[in-house]
């Protein structure tokens, strides 16, 4: 089973590889679902030596950007493919919801493996949406199969992943957890996961002083990090 974890940090990275992941996704900001990392973390994150994909997500609220936006994306991808990632995480939709498929292909083309996130649980009918994104060179689609977590959508999942009959990858995720992953890779038939594996680590250096910057239930004295012993525990299953 090849387990991906989600990396916010140079420190995630290497606690995720010591502890059995296979690969990583980087990101930032992951309260807000996950956005683009910074350049810098992406290079340290080679440290951890284990292949990643980095997101291209520059801001929360949807899917469909500007063309700004979509040129920092590309501006970001090339640096992120030039820094030594294995492939790019990014779904544009059209303010319609949906598949931009110009913007797409051009962030394809940029090169390596190619990601479609969850923008694809958005999408109204996931198997012709399939169909589109192996048209558009993608590599592998992360969804929870339309659900809240990938165990809800397991069936979708299973239907997903027959149908690609090898021509795109599904990866579940959503919910993913070492207590239901078995159940999950039995009932799809899929034998990859993607999962986050926080634990609530505490920062002294400004407790006390009333910050609330990430609302009242993230206080700013208290940050996510990978949890070695969930991704031990994951490896251990797979």
Request: aromatic letters at 6%; proline letters at 5%.
């Amino acid at each position: 089973m090849i387990i991906e974890v989600v990396a916010q940090s140079p420190d995630d990275a290497v606690i995720a590889a010591r502890s059995g992941a296979d690969r990583l996704e980087l990101v930032s900001a992951l309260a807000l679902g996950g956005l683009t990392p910074s350049l810098g973390m992406v290079v340290k994150c080679l440290d951890a030596k284990i292949p990643f994909v980095a997101m291209l997500r520059p801001r929360s609220g949807g899917f469909a950007y500007s063309h700004p936006e979509l040129e920092a994306m590309e501006m970001d991808g090339h640096s992120f493919m030039g820094a030594g990632a294995k492939g790019l995480v990014f779904g544009v939709l059209t303010s319609g919801g949906q598949i931009a498929r110009k913007s797409n292909r051009r962030l394809v083309e940029i090169g390596g493996e190619a990601v479609f996130h969850r923008a694809f649980d958005a999408l109204p009918d996931p198997f012709e949406a399939m169909e589109i994104l192996i048209d558009l060179g993608f590599k592998r689609i992360l969804t929870s199969g339309g659900r809240g977590t990938a165990l809800e959508g397991a069936e979708t999942l299973r239907r997903l992943h027959e149908k690609a009959d090898g021509r795109i990858e599904i990866l579940p995720g959503g919910g993913v957890r070492p207590e239901n992953a078995s159940e999950i890779v039995a009932r799809t038939g899929i034998q990859q996961l993607h999962l986050a594996g926080q634990e609530w680590v505490h920062d002294s250096s400004t407790e006390g002083l009333g910050m609330v910057f990430n609302g009242p239930q993230h206080p700013e004295d208290w940050f996510g990090r990978v949890d070695g012993g969930i991704v031990a525990a994951m490896r251990a299953i797979g």
